[in-house]
């Protein structure tokens, strides 16, 4: 049963936004290199930097009290994480406590092992990111490969009886050949695929310039061939959704660079650091780990509302040839895109 309780001081920011959305990266760490997330080389936290899980918890468990009702872990990739379960165990005991839902994003590598345990934690969905179906340029795309066990996985997934949408980022040149079969397989198993445009986030040694594809470009293209009904749906983030009549499947539209969302924006990013971003495309940051280290459960409530304070209006984003450099320096790991 869910909790109807009013949170006494809910989160809101300086123009009037409810912060009801929680995204926690648990580990910057991942078993792929994704070409538009990380560079090949990459330089990981120390350990002893990290967030233990009982600190999660506690942060969590405040964003709840102040009416957070909903979570998702990211990375990284977050279920190569030790131990990761006890975590998702934990956090999945406080739906109907005033969390609503917890959900989970991974690119499907370790789906096989957990699948059914984040089914008894309470995770009713997830969502995989998955750029391509074709096996070499999978490879290319994560410089590592492995599609055979990320199909394992979400084919695992869905026998537990977990919902998947199926994030794609679409690159001219890339995968944008791919966009019409990736709809059509995932719609035909009963999945969703949204579609998310590259975004400036990292030195990541790619021309993003050549590879950015504006998708309201696509969505014109693919408006030619298919029905498209807007849907009023909405899960917690930034999608805007519409309904294929030909597929009979859901198809959503992330687009931080030619439309960006910032109006509606309820959400806010903590990293495996403790460090919370209260937006994915600004530095402004507030430092809950060392807050709570030093102060406790007082010090983490005023350090909240900090944060509320300093939420950016927007991003900024911009990407052109005069422009190229990202628009921050840390990479999409860190903030769990």
């Not at 009290?65 to 977050?78: H, K, S």
């Not at 919902?163 to 397989?185: F, H, L, Q, T």
């Not at 530095?283 to 300093?310: F, I, K, P, Y």
Request: with cysteine.
């Amino acid at each position: 049963m869910i909790s109807t309780a009013s949170p006494a001081r809910p989160l809101v920011d300086r123009y009037g936004r409810h912060i009801s959305y929680l995204r926690i990266s648990v580990t910057d760490r991942c078993d792929f290199r994704c070409v538009y997330c990380m560079a090949e080389d990459m330089t990981f936290l120390p350990k002893r930097d990290v967030l233990s899980f009982e600190e999660i918890e506690t942060i969590a468990g405040a964003f709840i009290a102040r009416g957070a009702t909903r979570i998702r872990l990211t990375g990284g990739e977050p279920l190569v994480r030790r131990d990761i379960m006890e975590l998702v165990a934990t956090l999945g005991a406080r739906i109907g406590q005033g969390l609503e839902e917890l959900t989970i994003t991974t690119n499907g590598s370790q789906l096989a092992k957990h699948a059914d345990g984040l089914a008894a934690a309470g995770v009713k969905r997830i969502n995989v990111s998955l750029d391509t179906l074709d096996e070499a340029r999978f490879a290319a795309i994560t410089r590592r490969g492995r599609l055979t066990e990320v199909m394992d996985g979400i084919a695992a997934a869905q026998s537990a009886g977990i919902a998947i949408k199926i994030n794609m980022v679409a690159m001219r040149g890339v995968n944008d050949d791919e966009i019409e079969p990736m709809m059509a397989w995932a719609h035909g198993r009963k999945m969703g695929l949204t579609l998310i445009e590259g975004m400036p986030l990292g030195e990541v040694g790619i021309d993003r310039v050549d590879s950015y594809l504006p998708l309201r470009e696509l969505h014109d293209q693919l408006a030619r061939r298919y029905t498209l009904e807007k849907l009023s749906k909405r899960t917690g983030g930034p999608a805007r959704y519409v309904h294929v009549a030909e597929t009979g499947g859901v198809l959503g539209f992330i687009t931080p660079m030619s439309h960006n969302f910032c109006e509606s924006c309820n959400r806010v990013r903590l990293t495996a650091t403790g460090q919370l971003f209260m937006c994915l495309g600004q530095d402004d940051q507030v430092n809950l780990r060392d807050a709570l280290r030093t102060g406790g459960a007082e010090a983490l409530d005023a350090a909240l509302d900090q944060a509320m304070m300093l939420k950016p209006k927007g991003h900024d984003f911009v990407l052109d040839r005069s422009s190229t450099a990202p628009s921050v320096a840390r990479h999409m790991s860190v903030t769990g895109g």
